[in-house]
C-alpha cells in the first residue's frame, strides 16, 4: 500500500486507507493545505472547521510548519464541550495546544464555540454567527467507537434538530453536555473529511459499510481518511 493511501469506493463514499496513524496524519495534512490553496485562490478566504478528540492531534501538528497564508484563514469548530474556557478537556484547547498557538492565524479569525454558556445559549449563539458565515471550505471531523461524529451521537435528539448549532445532552462520552454543529452546517460545507485511527474504531466502518445508518454515515458525501487498523480491509 503506498504512503498516501490506497482508494477504495463503497456505499459511494471514497475511503482512504493509509498504513498506519503517521501516513494518515500526512495525507490529511496535505489534503487541508490542498483545500486551503484551492479556496484562497477562488475566493480569497479559507473557512477550515476543525475536529475535537486526539485523532486530529498529529495532523494539526504538522500543519504547524505548512505553508499555508494564515492571514485569510477562518478556523471553527465542528464541537464543543460544556467546560470552562481554557479547560484542558476542551476541544479549543486542544487545537490551540496542537497547533492555533504555533501559528500567525489571527486571534478574529478563530471562532470558539462559547460552550461554556451551557448547550443552549451554546448553541444558540453559535447558530447566529453560523448563519453570517459563508459555506465552510472543509470541514474536519473524527468519529467515535459508536459511529457518532463532531456530538452528533447514537438515539441523541440533536440528530433531528436541523438548526445551524444544537445543544446536546446526555452524550455518552463525557462531558454529557455540549455544543455541536448539526447537520444543516456539516451538509452545507463544500467539502467534509472524516479522519478514523486504530482498532476500535474497526466496528463502526463496518457497521456502517453493511448499511447502518450511524450519525457518521448520514453526512453527504464526504471522505474517510482511515489507517490500516480502522479499516476492516
Ligand atoms: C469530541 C469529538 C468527537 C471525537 C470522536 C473521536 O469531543 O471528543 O468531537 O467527535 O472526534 O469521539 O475521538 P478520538 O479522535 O479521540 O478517538
Not at 472524516?194 to 474504531?201: D, E, I, L
Request: glycine share 8%.
Amino acid at each position: 500500500m503506498r504512503g498516501n493511501g490506497g482508494i477504495y469506493l463503497i456505499l459511494n463514499m471514497h475511503i482512504r486507507v493509509f498504513p498506519d496513524g503517521n501516513t494518515l496524519a500526512a495525507g490529511v495534512a496535505r489534503e487541508v493545505i490542498c483545500n486551503c490553496e484551492q479556496a484562497i485562490a477562488e475566493r480569497r478566504v479559507f473557512h477550515w472547521v476543525l475536529a475535537g478528540g486526539n485523532t486530529p492531534k498529529q495532523c494539526y501538528a504538522l500543519l504547524r510548519h505548512a505553508r499555508m497564508d494564515w492571514n485569510r484563514v477562518h478556523v471553527w469548530f465542528g464541537d464543543e464541550r460544556c467546560l470552562p474556557f481554557g479547560d484542558a478537556e476542551r476541544n479549543d484547547t486542544m487545537a490551540d495546544q496542537s497547533l492555533l498557538s504555533h501559528v500567525l492565524v489571527p486571534s478574529s479569525h478563530i471562532h470558539r464555540i462559547h460552550a461554556e454558556l451551557g448547550p443552549e445559549k451554546g448553541a444558540d449563539e453559535y447558530a447566529v454567527r453560523l448563519a453570517d458565515a459563508p459555506p465552510m471550505d472543509l470541514v474536519l471531523l473524527g468519529m467515535g467507537e459508536d459511529g457518532h461524529t463532531a456530538s452528533l451521537f447514537p438515539g441523541n435528539p440533536a440528530l433531528i434538530d436541523d438548526r445551524l448549532a444544537v445543544p446536546v445532552f446526555h452524550a455518552p462520552k463525557p462531558p454529557s453536555e455540549r455544543v455541536s454543529m448539526g447537520y444543516s452546517a456539516l451538509n452545507r460545507a463544500r467539502k467534509r473529511i472524516v479522519m478514523a485511527a486504530g482498532s476500535s474504531k474497526k466496528g463502526a466502518l463496518q457497521r456502517i459499510r453493511k448499511g447502518e445508518r450511524l450519525p457518521v454515515a448520514r453526512l453527504m458525501a464526504c471522505e474517510r481518511y482511515v489507517d490500516a487498523a480502522a479499516s476492516s480491509g
